[in-house]
């Protein structure tokens, strides 16, 4: 069976349009309503920003044999079984037969403010595959293979994103590839051991600039933690899965 990769970068470069438009609107709201110095927050719970990127996942899943699986998008129906916690609620879900077939995360941070935020995005990040992961064992979700488990990242590509940080750690030397590294430089490297440690079947990350509402640009980090790479490995897995459940 020929993987459909569903022209992925054309539809990715739609979605940055329309996180940056939705984003948008949401502050001319805040705006108008008087709350504008909610700042940046405001197209954080706006949601739907990354609306466009969850369509990307549903090409791929109907694209290459799972048709009838469920694709749950709904808070509602958005939860799975936690182990430290009673449930977690996701931002896609994909289940066929009874089967968990894909649980995907997709965030995203634009600045001013990216320390916190990174820090934040970090331990939401490493807890939430830790406990899915520990539930898996623990037979939460039957027996059944394991599900792809994907973490999908946009940062804003801006001169405090790209900047070297410095850190304070007075005790012990903290590991030199974060040394004077950027929070973009960061985020990657957070993918890349995420998918080392085997936390996530693949994670990605993802920048693009404030200008793209109208270009749709966007780039890459490296070549593990690309979306290509997330787009790839995810089709593989609905591939097999279909053919296994098929």
Same mark, same amino acid.
């Given at each position: 069976? %020929?993987?459909?990769?569903?022209?992925?970068?054309?539809?990715?470069?739609?979605?940055?349009?329309?996180?940056?438009?939705?984003?948008?609107?949401?502050?001319?709201?805040?705006?108008?309503?008087?709350?504008? =110095?909610? #700042?940046?927050?405001?197209?954080? %719970?706006?949601?739907?920003?990354?609306?466009?990127?969850?369509?990307?996942?549903?090409?791929?899943?109907?694209?290459?044999?799972?048709?009838?699986?469920?694709?749950?998008?709904?808070?509602?129906?958005?939860?799975?079984?936690?182990?430290?916690?009673?449930?977690?609620?996701?931002?896609?879900?994909?289940?066929?037969?009874?089967?968990?077939?894909?649980?995907?995360?997709?965030?995203?941070?634009?600045?001013?403010?990216?320390?916190?935020?990174?820090?934040?995005?970090?331990?939401? &990040?490493?807890?939430?595959?830790?406990?899915?992961?520990?539930?898996?064992?623990?037979? &939460?979700? #039957?027996?059944?293979?394991?599900?792809?488990?994907?973490?999908?990242?946009?940062?804003? =590509?801006? @001169?405090?994103?790209?900047?070297?940080?410095?850190?304070?750690? @007075?005790?012990?030397?903290?590991?030199?590839?974060?040394?004077?590294?950027?929070?973009?430089?960061?985020?990657?490297?957070?993918?890349?051991?995420?998918?080392?440690?085997?936390?996530?079947?693949?994670?990605?990350?993802? %920048?693009?600039?404030?200008?793209?509402?109208?270009?749709?640009?966007?780039?890459?980090?490296?070549?593990?933690?690309?979306?290509? %790479?997330?787009?790839?490995?995810?089709?593989?897995?609905?591939?097999?899965?279909?053919?296994?459940?098929?």
């Amino acid at each position: 069976m %020929t993987l459909d990769l569903v022209n992925y970068e054309r539809k990715a470069s739609e979605a940055v349009r329309a996180f940056w438009g939705n984003r948008e609107v949401a502050r001319q709201k805040q705006i108008e309503s008087g709350k504008a =110095d909610q #700042g940046e927050r405001s197209g954080v %719970t706006a949601g739907k920003n990354m609306d466009g990127f969850i369509a990307i996942v549903l090409d791929l899943v109907r694209g290459n044999g799972l048709v009838h699986a469920q694709i749950h998008q709904q808070r509602a129906v958005l939860t799975l079984p936690g182990y430290f916690r009673p449930t977690k609620l996701w931002d896609l879900l994909v289940i066929h037969e009874g089967e968990l077939i894909a649980a995907i995360e997709l965030k995203s941070q634009v600045g001013p403010s990216f320390g916190n935020n990174f820090n934040n995005r970090t331990e939401e &990040a490493i807890g939430t595959a830790h406990d899915l992961w520990t539930a898996y064992r623990e037979g &939460a979700f #039957g027996k059944q293979p394991r599900p792809f488990v994907g973490w999908l990242m946009l940062v804003e =590509d801006a @001169p405090r994103s790209r900047s070297p940080i410095k850190d304070k750690s @007075p005790h012990f030397p903290i590991f030199k590839e974060f040394k004077g590294a950027s929070y973009l430089k960061r985020y990657d490297l957070l993918c890349q051991r995420l998918i080392q440690e085997q936390l996530y079947t693949t994670a990605a990350v993802i %920048t693009s600039p404030r200008n793209a509402a109208e270009s749709g640009e966007f780039s890459v980090l490296s070549l593990m933690t690309s979306l290509k %790479t997330f787009v790839t490995s995810l089709t593989g897995h609905i591939a097999a899965e279909s053919a296994r459940l098929g």
